[in-house]
């Protein structure tokens, strides 16, 4: 799993796809998901392009592309079930699965730990 300043994750499935999301520090920080829009299938996002909105009682946040994307599919799931969000940020309520179109920019992304040392100077 790799993670933007940003808040976002992606995680490699090794197959030329990834899924993403945003980080367990963003879903507390935006309080209670009431409701999630996705992208459509096919989109193509450009790292750093939002693709996505997450809104929840505080404030709405754009989401944005951790790489250069290809959209596979959105998560059927957040549509009914947006509290996934709060519940299991970086597992069960992936925003979309997408084909990662640059493998290279994965590099630049941090990993765990570099995510961790980043959280703590916030």
Same mark, same amino acid.
């Given at each position: 799993?790799? *993670?933007?300043?940003?808040?976002?994750? +992606?995680?490699?499935?090794?197959?030329?796809? &990834?899924?993403?999301?945003i980080?367990?520090? &963003?879903a507390?920080?935006?309080?209670?998901?009431? !409701?999630?829009?996705?992208?459509?299938?096919?989109?193509?996002?450009?790292?750093?392009?939002? *693709?996505?909105? +997450?809104?929840? +009682?505080?404030a709405?946040?754009?989401? !944005?592309?951790?790489?250069?994307? %290809?959209i596979?599919?959105?998560?059927?799931?957040?549509?009914?079930?947006? %509290? &996934?969000?709060?519940?299991?940020? %970086?597992s069960?309520?992936? *925003?979309?699965?997408?084909?990662?179109?640059?493998?290279?920019?994965?590099?630049?992304?941090?990993?765990?730990? &570099?995510? %961790?040392?980043?959280?703590?100077?916030?």
């Amino acid at each position: 799993m790799r *993670f933007t300043k940003e808040h976002e994750w +992606v995680r490699d499935q090794g197959d030329g796809t &990834a899924f993403v999301g945003i980080s367990n520090y &963003a879903a507390e920080a935006l309080g209670d998901v009431v !409701y999630v829009e996705l992208p459509e299938a096919g989109r193509v996002v450009k790292q750093g392009e939002a *693709f996505g909105v +997450v809104e929840s +009682v505080k404030a709405a946040s754009d989401v !944005y592309a951790p790489v250069d994307l %290809e959209i596979i599919e959105g998560n059927p799931d957040l549509g009914n079930d947006p %509290e &996934a969000v709060n519940a299991v940020p %970086e597992s069960g309520a992936w *925003f979309v699965r997408a084909r990662i179109i640059n493998p290279s920019q994965l590099e630049a992304l941090m990993d765990c730990t &570099a995510y %961790e040392e980043f959280l703590g100077t916030l």
